[in-house]
């Protein structure tokens, strides 16, 4: 079972998404879920590497 923390909605590039801080092998991470055009995306990092993360993430733009 995965457990999660400090959940939130958010939008990455106009699509619903969650974001929340977990745990996995390597330490802690930052991670984003989102559905888009039925797929599914799991955007995860190093907890270290969050604000940059979030920089990166704010550029996105979906291609048609």
Do not use: C
């Amino acid at each position: 079972d995965m457990q999660i923390s400090d959940a939130v909605a958010v939008t990455l590039g106009g699509v619903s998404a969650v974001a929340f801080h977990s745990q996995n092998g390597s330490g802690q991470t930052s991670e984003l879920w989102l559905v888009h055009t039925g797929t599914i995306y799991q955007i995860s990092g190093p907890r270290n590497f969050e604000q940059d993360l979030t920089k990166i993430l704010l550029t996105w733009e979906w291609q048609n």
